[in-house]
């Protein structure tokens, strides 16, 4: 399998990229990596990536920066987005990984690669983990910021094509998120999709924040404004919680002579390492590193701007999984059988 | 001070807020408490309220439930919501405090109160806690589930006004919140709303949820849906936090007799419950039980439908503080400034 990575849209150095991609092809030995970026600049600091047989360097003079708009960004015909997006069009990479501009990489998407049949609008959904194991889908989580109730209905199309993938579940529960449970609650926009989703036999309704981890529900459908937002929000919760765990430690009320001696057992024996190994992982949300965007022709990752090594290396996993249980066809079919019992 | 308290329209039962009342009269002497609801009912179930000289009986027969149409639920002349505005608009109390019809409650304080000079919409706004000290204020969390420019403009001045009020700094940081830190970042909504805000000199332009703990900004500007959303996943994660680190404890990966012992001490100590007591206070969102409707001619305050015991407290004393503080006037004051350097 080959994936093209775009190692020069993200906030941070193209060396953290390279890097992660030496590390992705030891494990993965089937895949090819096809670094977009600055070739020279490449070669010059990773003059060992020319004996590398996996790793191959596609040459992009220009970059898209985050403050460009989409449609106006994508004349910079030699920018590494431009040129992953024609390279997945033309078959020659299989998947496409950018932590670059979202708006450029989804204008690109929907105008070179098209849309599957029935979805105007694509859309990116992440995992979010539950109290009593599973994952509840949550999505747009930014494809599109602008929300009607068409788009919402698409989300919930491709949630469902999306989350019977992953999960293999033939009815998985959907949800609208909302400010009430009630289906007199929300906007215009919400109250008419709510319209929408009731045709399908697994929709449940109304749900708010609270379901998220409760798993009363497996697909929150909401606009990519909010979507964004509550996805970001969490990611922020989660490392202050984490902070705040390890300052408490340090900083209980009544601290005894016993306590100190407490602690500093608690923390050298390796319970204390444990213990946060245990929670962090209890609370990723399963963002996988990048998040497909559904509903476009094509495997197209798209990565925070903030995407690390790790978070390469993830969404390389991904993108191999995706392309090993052929995410495409089997979205596109689901999609369809979607539609014809609508 | 005289508070009006719905008893009837929460989720829990109305003896949790009668409790709640007895025991907010013992801490705070100088507040009278008006419990509006089924006065036979309450009498029934606590005789002893008779002796009660700061708790007088309001009877309401009839209550608006979650699933109303605001507008429509406003003919119930004869429901709690109703009453306590109306109780309110003729002063005969100070402050309105109900966990009902978020809705119902929104539109009968705009139509019976009126809205404070230069405002049209309200809003509701909750503070955040944050990694290094103070608080950050998100609005609004739910008053208008519609959004526009206009109203995420009216969202800013009233949070700097709100802001100024509780925490008396002269200018808090004010962002929008939006799915990138980039000004063309957004839907529509947001790219104008961002030129209305851009006039405040204490403007930083975009935020993201990952701002909201990091005492980066302020005051955080968003729609209703957004805000709604955010607060109740918030919350939501927290307890899934807590929990988690409750679970983590008893299973530890590698876990040796060693270990084991370690545990047993850990808790016994009374180390685990100091921890988790300081966790959850330093995440938790300062929601004080309730929030005051920002920009209506009146002290109303809204709880969750859950709201429970410990919220109703905090709700009373919220309406005492505020009350204390001179809201009404220091708040439309603060308007008017802004307006007139506007």
């Given at each position: 399998m080959r994936i093209g990575i775009d190692v020069e849209s993200g906030e941070r150095s193209f060396e953290e990229y390279v890097k992660g991609s030496f590390d992705a092809v030891q494990f993965l030995p089937n895949i090819q990596l096809f670094l977009i970026g600055n070739s020279t600049k490449i070669k010059r600091k990773f003059p060992e990536i020319e004996e590398k047989q996996n790793i191959l360097l596609i040459n992009a003079n220009d970059v898209i920066t985050m403050t460009e708009e989409p449609i106006k960004a994508l004349k910079k015909k030699d920018s590494t987005i431009v040129i992953g997006i024609?390279?997945?069009?033309?078959?020659?990479?299989?998947?496409?990984?950018?932590?670059?501009?979202?708006?450029?990489?989804?204008?690109?998407?929907?105008?070179?690669?098209?849309?599957?049949?029935?979805?105007?609008?694509?859309?990116?959904?992440?995992?979010?983990?539950?109290?009593?194991?599973?994952?509840?889908?949550i999505l747009d989580i930014g494809a599109n910021p602008e929300s009607s109730e068409l788009s919402l209905y698409q989300n919930a199309i491709l949630g469902l094509s999306y989350y019977k993938l992953i999960w293999n579940k033939l009815k998985p529960k959907i949800g609208l998120l909302n400010v009430g449970g009630e289906s007199v609650k929300g906007n215009s926009t919400v109250k008419k999709a709510y319209n929408f989703l009731n045709k399908f036999e697994n929709f449940i309704g109304n749900v708010e924040g609270y379901n998220v981890f409760d798993g009363s529900v497996d697909i929150i459908?909401?606009?990519?404004?909010?979507?964004?937002?509550?996805?970001?929000?969490?990611?922020?919760?989660?490392?202050?919680?984490?902070?705040?765990?390890?300052?408490?430690?340090?900083?209980?009320?009544?601290?005894?002579?016993?306590?100190?001696?407490?602690l500093g057992i608690f923390v050298l024996s390796g319970f204390y390492a444990d213990l946060k190994r245990n929670l962090i992982e209890a609370l990723l949300p399963k963002y996988y590193g990048a998040a497909p965007l559904l509903g476009v022709n094509g495997l197209v990752l798209i990565g925070h701007g903030s995407s690390n090594y790790l978070d390469l290396i993830n969404a390389i996993n991904l993108a191999e999984k995706l392309n090993r249980i052929k995410y495409l066809e089997i979205l596109s079919s689901n999609i369809k059988k979607i539609l014809k019992n609508d």
């Open positions: 024609n390279l997945l069009k033309n078959k020659v990479i299989d998947a496409f990984i950018s932590p670059g501009n979202t708006g450029a990489i989804v204008a690109s998407s929907v105008l070179n690669l098209g849309m599957m049949e029935g979805i105007k609008r694509p859309s990116m959904a992440t995992f979010f983990p539950r109290r009593h194991g599973g994952e509840t889908l459908v909401c606009n990519g404004f909010t979507g964004n937002s509550i996805l970001k929000l969490a990611e922020a919760l989660k490392k202050f919680f984490t902070d705040t765990l390890k300052k408490s430690f340090y900083k209980t009320k009544k601290k005894s002579f016993f306590k100190r001696v407490m």
